[in-house]
């Protein structure tokens, strides 16, 4: 049986081999897990690296923590959930390491307030009706600290406060990070598209 890469109830006894299997280090199972979840953690990571090398090494190194850590997984929440939370905090690490301070708020002359309030970023998208891909490039056009709220918020659904704990900031930084990165997106969408008021 081929897996896809969407877990079903049918194949969940399947996925709960794999996984024994890995706890065994049994390289075929290891290699398997691997395939089955590379195409969707690859694109977490991007989502937090400025080049595909760099989310390639997150999602190695992501890869070898879900193996050491795969005996705490509980089979009570979502499997791929999991994964995603260590392959998040992998790229956050990443980030640490590369820069002193990043998750510190950025300058606020990288852009400048409009008066206007922002749209939801999600009515934006759906109104334009844009491409994942045009969708991507915008969000990885921010500078490293509103991306990684950004994404941590909107696309991983953290609260400010799990992610104040996880990039050692406060909620109020990461609540103005968030709104920061929600302008920057707006004013490059606009660029994009002259047709967003």
Known sequence: MRLTNEINVENKEHLEAIIKGCLENKRRSQEELFQLYYGKMLGVCMRYSNDRDSAEEVLQEGFIKIFEKLERFDYKGSFEGWIRRIMANTAIDAIRKNKKNPMLTDKDEDFKLGAEDPMVLKEELEFVGI??????????????AYKAVFNLYVLEEYTHKEIAEILG???GTSKSNLSKAKLNLQKVLKEKFTNID
Do not use: F
């Open 131 to 144: 491409k994942a891909e045009i969708a991507m490039e915008a969000i990885n056009s921010l500078s490293p």
């Open 169 to 171: 900031i406060s909620e």
